[in-house]
């Protein structure tokens, strides 16, 4: 099984940067996805990172350390539509047809303030 | 067409009701998922089906059947469900492999009374 931690709200104002970190402990590892959800909503998908470093996506950012089993997400020039709940998956090797089990973090809210 | 579409909405049901979620996509993805998800927890994986077959079954109760009837349809027959099981049900599907991100539908908002 995963055991995938992150913080459970940070705040930032609107402009700002803000650093969502996610750790996780596995005895296996084929992927690290960030999920973006609005309340309500179904979670869109952000970033894959299989391999060490930095994924770049207009704004938002992902890095992964897989021997720190560490991932970040960092999210630039935040507006308020950023306001939402992150979530860190990992997909999870353990189960047979192993490349379909994707393990979900209890996720990050972030809260954009003007 | 990129999306995963689920129906219905919003759904309220009894706990001797049967009724069915259903969902749909078009993208050619061989890999579908059913999820459940309570209010500020994360999505936890209900059922995996590749390529029409179910592969994945994480102790899911008796009272929860899927069913995936060809490769763009996925439905989740509910019957004599408790009122813990009111939650977001979402589907999600996926090209078969492990480097595909999933792409979830919008949700079926489940009350059970």
């Known amino acids: 099984g995963q055991n995938i931690d992150q913080p459970t709200e940070m705040t930032a104002t609107e402009g700002a940067i803000v650093q969502i970190n996610c750790t996780y402990q596995t005895s296996g590892f084929n992927g690290l996805f960030w999920y973006q959800q609005h309340a309500g909503e179904a979670p869109t998908f952000l970033s894959y990172n299989v391999l060490d470093g930095l994924e770049e996506k207009g704004r938002f950012s992902s890095f992964l350390s897989r021997s720190k089993g560490y991932s970040y997400l960092l999210l630039k020039e935040l507006q308020m539509k950023d306001s939402a709940s992150y979530l860190c998956a990992v997909r999870d090797p353990g189960a047979t047809d192993s490349w379909g089990k994707l393990q979900f973090g209890a996720g990050t809210q972030v809260v954009v303030t003007p | 067409d990129t999306e995963v579409t689920q129906t219905p909405k919003h759904l309220v049901m009894g706990m001797t009701n049967k009724k069915s979620l259903k969902c749909e996509q078009h993208m050619g993805h061989r890999a579908m998922y059913w999820y459940k998800q309570k209010a500020k927890k994360p999505p936890e994986l209900m059922f995996v089906?590749?390529?029409?077959?179910?592969?994945i079954n994480e102790s899911v109760p008796s009272r929860f059947s899927p069913e995936c009837p060809n490769s763009s349809l996925l439905n989740l027959h509910l019957h004599a469900l408790q009122p813990e099981d009111s939650a977001l049900y979402l589907c999600?599907?996926?090209?078969?492999?492990?480097?595909?991100?999933?792409?979830f539908g919008s949700g079926t908002r489940l009350t059970v009374v």
């Open positions: 999600a599907s996926s090209q078969v492999g492990q480097f595909y991100g999933y792409t």
């Open positions: 089906y590749s390529y029409e077959k179910l592969s």
